[in-house]
């Protein structure tokens, strides 16, 4: 609960952040493993310090992608979400702990995995029909 100018306490609280994750791969639907939307979706919510029913997390696998030149398999992950990836110290924690549970999971090495942060405010999200910042 905020306190407002004049020291009581208010009851707006703070929006609940709802992170947007989304994995883009070259690796075939049928080689991830079975649980992998779950996991991914519990070591991002971790990762960020948020609950995991507030994660948005979707897996787009097979698609024709190059990285640095090669088709080998890779993953480029993009990380949207509000107040957690507005510094260079927090996506340093954040990419650290992401691409660990990537390189395991789907057996790839390190430098195949890209990890685009967006920082989002407020006003950038709408949920039932108006914006965070309003919630």
Not at 29 to 54: H, I, N, Q, Y
């Given at each position: 609960?905020?306190?407002?100018?004049?020291?009581?306490?208010?009851?707006?609280?703070?929006?609940?952040?709802?992170?947007?994750?989304?994995?883009?791969t070259?690796?075939?639907?049928?080689?991830?493993?079975?649980?992998?939307?779950?996991?991914?979706?519990?070591?991002?919510?971790?990762?960020?310090?948020?609950?995991?029913?507030?994660?948005?997390v979707?897996?787009?696998?097979?698609?024709?992608?190059?990285?640095?030149?090669?088709?080998?398999?890779?993953?480029?992950?993009?990380?949207s979400?509000?107040?957690?990836?507005?510094?260079?110290?927090?996506?340093?924690?954040?990419?650290?702990?992401?691409?660990?549970?990537?390189?395991?999971?789907l057996?790839?090495?390190?430098?195949?995995?890209?990890?685009?942060?967006?920082?989002?405010?407020p006003?950038?999200?709408?949920?039932?029909g108006?914006?965070?910042?309003?919630?």
């Open positions: 609960m905020a306190r407002g100018s004049s020291g009581k306490t208010s009851l707006k609280s703070q929006p609940p952040t709802m992170p947007f994750i989304v994995l883009d070259n690796i075939s639907a049928d080689v991830l493993p079975a649980d992998f939307l779950k996991k991914l979706c519990s070591c991002t919510a971790a990762a960020l310090g948020k609950p995991e029913e507030r994660m948005n979707a897996v787009k696998p097979g698609l024709p992608i190059l990285m640095a030149g090669s088709s080998s398999p890779c993953v480029m992950l993009s990380v979400a509000i107040g957690v990836t507005d510094t260079a110290e927090k996506n340093r924690e954040h990419s650290a702990k992401i691409c660990a549970f990537l390189a395991e999971q057996v790839i090495p390190v430098d195949r995995i890209m990890i685009c942060f967006h920082a989002l405010e006003h950038q999200v709408g949920k039932m108006t914006v965070m910042s309003f919630l």
